[in-house]
């Protein structure tokens, strides 16, 4: 075996990291106070078991009350999730776990070099490779994901979102982004591509303030029986639009969400858009490969405000946070942050929320560590 520590790989992951895993399995979490509550996925499909998969953040255990009741972490849900619903592959072990964790997270891993012990380690290649953070072109075929039949988006419906416009985003970037309403479930629609334009997943958001606290605020949407999730760690929203003025700017901006991107092509036009959202709260060593695969020679992380005043608790979470993006990525490409450490964004936004003259200040002043 070799001789890493997962408990020490465990320490790495935050909550938000774990429940942006169970999100893109479909799981469906619900923030909690002390942690969150999502789809047992562990022993059912997506969509299909009840709301009884606890995560508790104090010990980062799962607990499935029906089926499995059994306590787990992330590493075991991955297998279960995996084999579930790949019944025709090999088993997932941990390595196998630890591996998507780690390149959906962007968390570093590092082990003692013990080359004897190599030889027990079935897929010893995939942690060399997280070491070099190259992707070679086979696990880029790889990864591909499943595209869903686009019909699904001519039978939304497209009317005037007036909530959105009011915000800064302008009918036409709305309309090229086919931005759609689903008057069932009162729900935001936002399609998902890939950077190839394949149509990969269906994010609603639902306007309901009750359905918002309900049930999150973006999640994957089941139509007539299909449930449009993707993981979104492999992917990056927006890539179709901006990826060739990414090439010939040399540089990205990520965004957390998808709304930042629709705000900043609203802003400064498609023909100079170089925005991307990794849609959760960490940017995975996939996302960061795809775009240097484009051309990005630096990448500018514009992460929310989650921060109420300078030095509290969360304050010093996202520094941290930030700074281990730098370390592990920053020998490759160069790396800055748009940082809002004035504060003249309100909690929790987005540095494009508060218009463009805002942004493009925080911008200019961002910080290169
Ligand atoms: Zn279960």
Not at 271 to 278: E, F, P, R, T
Request: glycine share 6%; with cysteine; net charge negative.
């Amino acid at each position: 075996m070799p001789r890493f520590d997962k408990d020490e790989i465990k320490e790495q992951i935050t909550p938000e990291m774990v429940e942006d895993i169970v999100r893109d399995f479909g799981g469906d979490p619900h923030k909690t106070n002390f942690g969150f509550i999502a789809g047992t996925i562990c022993h059912n499909h997506p969509g299909e078991g009840s709301h009884k998969l606890y995560y508790y953040a104090n010990t980062k255990l799962f607990r499935c009350y029906t089926g499995c009741d059994a306590t787990f972490d992330i590493f075991e849900l991955c297998c279960k999730v995996h084999d579930l619903a790949k019944p025709e592959l090999p088993k997932w072990n941990l390595f196998n776990a630890i591996k998507y964790v780690a390149d959906r997270t962007g968390i570093s891993i590092s082990f003692e070099d013990d080359t004897d012990s190599f030889g027990e380690i079935p897929n010893q290649e995939i942690f060399e490779k997280y070491e070099k953070l190259k992707v070679s072109t086979e696990d880029v075929k790889r990864l591909q994901l499943k595209a869903y039949d686009p019909i699904i988006l001519d039978r939304l419906c497209y009317p005037r979102i007036a909530d959105w416009i009011d915000e800064g985003m302008s009918e036409e970037v709305l309309r090229v982004n086919r931005i759609g309403f689903c008057p069932s479930t009162d729900q935001i629609t936002i399609p998902h591509f890939d950077k190839d334009g394949r149509f990969v997943g269906l994010r609603g958001r639902y306007l309901g303030k009750e359905e918002a606290a309900l049930y999150g605020k973006y999640r994957p949407m089941y139509l007539n029986g299909q449930m449009y999730n993707h993981p979104l760690g492999f992917n990056l929203y927006n890539l179709n639009n901006s990826k060739q003025q990414i090439s010939k700017m040399r540089k990205a901006i990520v965004f957390e969400g998808e709304k930042s991107c629709l705000l900043y092509q609203s802003y400064f036009g498609m023909k100079n858009d170089i925005s991307v959202a990794c849609c959760g709260s960490a940017v995975s060593s996939y996302q960061m490969n795809l775009l240097q695969e484009c051309g990005a020679t630096e990448i500018i992380i514009a992460f929310d405000r989650q921060f109420q005043q300078r030095n509290d608790d969360e304050f010093k979470h996202l520094v941290k946070n930030l700074k281990a993006i730098h370390k592990k990525y920053g020998n490759y490409v160069n790396i800055s942050f748009v940082f809002d450490k004035d504060m003249v964004t309100g909690y929790k936004d987005s540095p494009i929320d508060c218009g463009a003259e805002t942004f493009v200040r925080l911008f200019k002043n961002r910080v290169v560590l």
